[in-house]
């Protein structure tokens, strides 16, 4: 037999059995009861075990069964795919047992609207009980106890909560009621999920086309990294045109001619109009840009400041150098606002996800080895410094374990190819304090290998 461990009083009628993968072999019932508590009373935890093995030992994966439907959902939400416990390569794996599967109430559940607030329990089960067995019937009542218009009814089997449908949907309207009767099955956990998702991705649309100019960064607070990505991105355009400038005026093409080209490009993106006018406009020169990034930080606007500065200068008395150093200021200024910014208007679950703990890689192609990097930043201070090239899934930075000091280098992960790149083109010889970056893509295992 399997090891468990299991109280007396009976769990309710309709309370999951779910399978939980990914644990520790070390861990007991009583490790695996602390990990469940916090979503709700736990009935009973039975470990898998291989008892062929002397004395058995865990396969690593249990089962449990809260008191209460909602108490599993609720660790199935929170636990599945996203934490991964302390000596894990994998998050954990929780799903209802395959004898759950058969005859899920949530399969044989119907939602009943449109009825007339005359009628209680009895009269809605007398209504519907042709139709078959009804475990549950449940009137939805207002905080005065008066009846809602709508029920729930559970009935036995999924077959006769189907038929129910067929025969009752819009076949009559009842007292009071403005239009006629709805019986359609009832929203399951994923369907509520879904429509909260959709709730908040209209919310955050809302929320971007708000923010009409730069300086309006403050309505941008609640949004995900999703759309303060497109954000990021046209710092970074704006940030990589002022580099492009530099073969352009060694050719005699003038600063504000290559801007106004950059902008054109950023327009024919659609990144103009996406930002809700803010960078509206085709003639956009270089000296008009400290104009339109003048609301968003007094910093950057210092720095485009002498960068125009130092561009007039150097024209003037024909030096390249000049322009040069002037160029990589503002592009430095510009780096050191995006990466010091937008982390504010991320969540900190976003921060402490993607740095720190275990080494998360992304696909071929989006993993970046940093070298050089002070000896005073963490993960947090890589993870802020390349997240405006893109989605970050993880930053780390390694530690001698004897002196628990910096090694001065460390991995960065992004979601695609694309965004490494972008970081490797920006920050690769990225200059702080005394130190230079060097940025390159991490070796795959089949680089190393001979053919």
């Not at 979601?415 to 490797?424: C, E, F, G, K, L």
Request: with cysteine; net charge positive; aromatic share 8%.
């Amino acid at each position: 037999m399997n090891g468990s461990m299991e109280n007396l009083d009976t769990p309710d009628h309709d309370s999951i059995k779910m399978f939980v993968g990914q644990i520790p072999r070390s861990w007991t019932e009583t490790e695996l009861k602390e990990l469940f508590e916090p979503y709700g009373a736990v009935h009973q935890i039975n470990i898998l075990r291989d008892r062929t093995a002397t004395p058995p030992q865990s396969k690593g994966c249990c089962f449990v069964t809260f008191y209460t439907r909602k108490a599993a959902l609720e660790a199935q939400n929170a636990l599945h795919n996203i934490k991964t416990l302390t000596g894990m390569h994998h998050p954990i794996q929780m799903k209802p047992a395959d004898s759950e599967k058969t005859n899920a109430v949530e399969d044989r559940k119907l939602f009943i609207g449109m009825v007339t607030k005359k009628y209680g329990e009895n009269e809605v089960r007398m209504m519907f009980s042709a139709f078959g067995q009804i475990e549950e019937c449940r009137i939805l009542r207002g905080p005065d106890g008066l009846s809602r218009g709508c029920a729930f009814i559970t009935f036995s089997t999924r077959a006769q909560a189907a038929n129910a449908i067929k025969t009752m949907h819009h076949s009559q309207t009842m007292e009071g009621c403005s239009s006629p009767m709805v019986c359609k099955f009832a929203d399951t956990q994923r369907d509520k999920e879904q429509r909260r998702l959709q709730q908040q991705m209209a919310q955050q649309m809302q929320q971007l086309n708000s923010a009409s100019t730069w300086g309006n960064l403050a309505g941008l607070g609640g949004l995900t990294p999703q759309y303060l990505a497109c954000t990021c991105f046209v710092f970074n355009c704006l940030a990589c045109s002022i580099y492009s400038t530099i073969p352009h005026l060694s050719a005699g093409q003038t600063a504000g001619s290559s801007a106004g080209a950059a902008m054109n490009t950023l327009a024919s993106l659609g990144l103009t109009q996406g930002l809700g006018g803010g960078l509206t406009g085709t003639s956009m020169g270089l000296n008009n840009l400290n104009a339109l990034t003048g609301g968003v930080s007094g910093e950057y606007s210092n720095r485009m400041a002498a960068m125009n500065g130092g561009l007039g200068a150097s024209m003037a008395n024909g030096s390249g150098a000049s322009s040069m150093d002037a160029l990589t200021q503002a592009y430095s200024g510009m780096q050191q606002y995006t990466a010091s910014a937008l982390p504010s208007l991320y969540s900190q679950s976003l921060l402490q996800g993607a740095a720190g703990g275990s080494q998360k890689e992304g696909p071929e192609g989006a993993n970046l080895f940093i070298y050089h990097l002070p000896q005073e930043f963490g993960d947090q201070d890589v993870l802020q410094m390349f997240m405006p090239f893109g989605s970050v899934v993880s930053a780390k930075v390694f530690i001698d374990k004897q002196t628990n000091l910096s090694k001065c280098f460390g991995f960065v992960s992004y979601d695609n190819p694309v965004s490494a790149q972008a970081a490797i083109q920006a920050m690769n010889g990225f200059q702080i304090g005394m130190k230079r970056l060097k940025v390159q893509l991490k070796r795959s295992k089949n680089d190393s290998k001979p053919y």
